[in-house]
Each structure stands twice: as C-alpha cells, then as structure tokens.
C-alpha cells in the first residue's frame, strides 16, 4: 500500500498567517497517461465527516474559499492556506486515489496562536 | 443537495456483527459508487471498500476480506455496509461516501457518520 505521511502533525499560526501543511507519498502518485495527481485534501472539524477541499492535487472543490491552495506533483505535495481565518481550525488530511487501496495521511491539526 | 443518511450508533459484542445503512438522497443514486471508511478513535482514516452504482460488483480492503459485505437498494436508494466477526479493533466511526468520479476513489459528499462501539 502506498504510505502517506504528513508533516507536521499539528501546528499553529496567527489569524491572518499563512500556514503550510505537506503531505508525501511512498511512491509517485502522477498519472503518466493523463499528467494528473491522484491526490485530494479534506479538512475535517470535530463531530464532523471529512469536507473535500482540493482534488487533482491543485483544483479547488467548488465552494472552497479561494485562501485554500494545494500544489505538488508525483510525491510531494503542499496544502497552503494563505490567510488563516477561526473557522479554519480543524484537522485537514490528503488522500491517495491512485492506487487502491487508498489511503490517507494520518493528519495535521491546525490550530490559531 | 446531496445527502447521505447513515443509520445510528451501535454497541455489539464481541464476535458478533453490525449492519450500518446509508440512505441517499438529492441526486440519481444509480450514478454513482459508494465507498466505506472508517475512523477509529482519534486515529485517521481506512479505506474500508466500494460498491458499484448496480451493486452488482464490489471491491474490499485486503484485510476486511470475508467480514465486510456491501449491499444497494436501488428501490430506496440505501446502501448497506455489513462487518462480522467483531473485535475491540472494529471500534471506529463508519462513513458512506460518495465516489466524485467514476473509478476515482475520492468522495465529495459524505454521511455524518455511525458510531460502532465493540465492547463486552
């Protein structure tokens, strides 16, 4: 099974900060017949199910607030959130859709400083 | 809007099994797969399997191989997630997902989850 390991595992930032999370794979996740990442980040509150935030490692689910960024291609990959607001504390996770079974990074806590 | 609908928490006991159901809503349930996950206490994420819009095929995690059987009712629009042969390490949060693309094992809309305790 491909691993996917998060750094860190939490962190926190002011309101208004950036805050970088990343998320690397045990093996290439770059699809060479479609150039395309298998690679997808959910934000997750507590008591909550996993939101979709970004797929295609970089394409912004609709309804995403345009802060939310991700970037990164074949291993390593990035999730930034420019601008960090209150309701953006939460648990955010990257998933692997390239080789089944999925799976997931273990997760960052993001909390406000 | 899309919404999936899970059934409520459960205790069992050890060795015995548990049927979660996922009740689907605002769009065409014949469209798309759905997937299982799990999450256990403070832990991430599992991959659990998938069923197929038909239901005719499914696919499951290696090691929930023989315990996990994943079932559709087209008729109510409810899919059914069973796991046997419980143990403590069966504990977690089950989510129904489901699958954004066909064959892209992401989801974008998830149930709000079902609690299954295994205890004695």
């Known amino acids: 099974d491909i691993v996917m390991t998060q750094s860190p595992d939490s962190l926190a930032a002011s309101l208004g900060e950036r805050a970088t999370i990343n998320c690397k794979s045990s093996?290439?996740?770059?699809?060479?017949?479609?150039?395309?990442?298998?690679l997808v980040w959910y934000q997750q509150k507590p008591g909550q199910p996993p939101r979709l935030l970004i797929y295609w490692a970089s394409t912004r689910e609709s309804g995403v607030p345009d802060r939310f960024s991700g970037s990164g291609s074949g291993t390593d990959f990035t999730l930034t959130i420019s601008s960090l607001q209150a309701e953006d504390v939460a648990v955010y996770y990257c998933?692997?859709?390239?080789?089944?079974?999925?799976?997931f990074g273990q997760g960052t806590k993001v909390e406000i400083k | 809007q899309v919404q999936l609908v899970q059934s409520g928490a459960e205790v069992k006991k050890p060795g015995a099994s548990v049927k979660v159901s996922c009740k689907a809503s605002?769009?065409?349930?014949?469209?798309?797969?759905i997937h299982w996950v799990r999450q256990a206490p403070g832990q991430g994420f599992e991959w659990m399997g998938v069923i197929n819009p038909s239901g005719d095929t499914t696919s499951y995690a290696q090691n929930l191989q023989g315990r996990v059987t994943m079932t559709r009712d087209t008729s109510s629009s409810t899919v059914y997630m069973e796991l046997s042969s419980l143990t403590s390490e069966d504990t977690a949060v089950y989510f129904c997902a489901r699958e954004a693309a066909r064959g892209l094992y992401y989801s974008d809309y998830w149930g709000q989850g079902t609690l299954v305790t295994v205890s004695s």
């Open positions: 998933q692997q859709y390239y080789i089944s079974p999925s799976t």
């Open positions: 605002g769009y065409t349930f014949s469209t798309y797969s």
């Open positions: 093996q290439n996740v770059l699809s060479p017949s479609n150039n395309k990442n298998y």
